[in-house]
């Protein structure tokens, strides 16, 4: 699914949308309110008010219910999310990239606090963990660009198809990532009048 309308990029500027979203896209089940409401310290009926608007710009869809027909039942309106990139506005553009950001710097700050209390303890952390974050520059031509993004984006997807439905469940260990590479542009050249 490509986000391409400026209101419905506007719509997820909301950190829990955005938590039913990564939820609702990496699962690929189905959820209730009340079970996505509990990811997001939301009572149900304020999650519900949030599933009606990211139903509104077809972001999930309601599915059918399963057992219980009590409580409606939500999924992802496709596979994938992505951010349109060539149409729409620069600045709802710019706003559910920072909602993103900061979502994911939340996440770093509580992982950091967490190391931190696990040190504190005399816990000493696995020789294979994941680093907190890695950032660095690669010197790759146009051709091989185009080869580590995509060999970088098959490893997601082979990880992200491979997890069983009992691996997806709404209480599963979850492992977050975020992924940008950004190749260099020459500064434009500027033209004296």
């Given amino acids: ?6 209101q419905a990029i506007r719509a997820l500027a909301h950190d829990a949308r955005l938590i039913v979203l990564d939820e609702l896209f990496a699962s690929q089940a189905t959820r209730t309110a009340t079970e996505l409401a509990s990811l997001c310290s939301l009572t149900p009926s304020a999650m519900s008010y ?5 139903e509104k710009y077809g972001y999930v869809t309601r599915a059918a219910s399963e057992g219980d027909a009590r409580e409606r039942r939500w999924r992802a ?3 994938r999310l992505e951010l349109n990139t060539h149409d729409g506005s620069s600045n709802a553009k710019t706003a559910y990239l920072n909602v993103q950001l900061n979502q994911f710097r939340t996440r770093l700050n509580a992982e950091v606090e967490r190391r931190q209390a696990e040190a ?6 696995p020789d294979d963990r994941p ?3 890695s950032s660095g520059l690669v010197f790759l031509p146009e051709e091989k660009q ?9 490893l997601i997807y082979e990880y992200e198809a491979m997890a069983t439905a009992e691996e997806r469940a709404i209480d599963s260990t979850k492992m977050f990532y975020l992924v940008s590479l950004l190749p260099e542009y020459p500064p434009p050249v500027e033209h004296k009048a």
């Avoid at 504190?120 to 952390?125: D, F, S, V, Y």
């Avoid at 185009?146 to 098959?154: A, G, P, T």
Wanted: charged content about 30%; aromatic content about 4%.
């Fill in 131 to 133: 680093p907190l974050l």
């Fill in 1 to 6: 699914m490509s986000i391409t309308d400026p």
């Fill in 50 to 54: 949030h599933l009606r608007a990211l």
């Fill in 120 to 125: 504190k303890a005399g816990i000493i952390p």
């Fill in 146 to 154: 185009k080869e580590f993004n995509r060999r970088l984006m098959d």
């Fill in 77 to 79: 309106a496709g596979e």
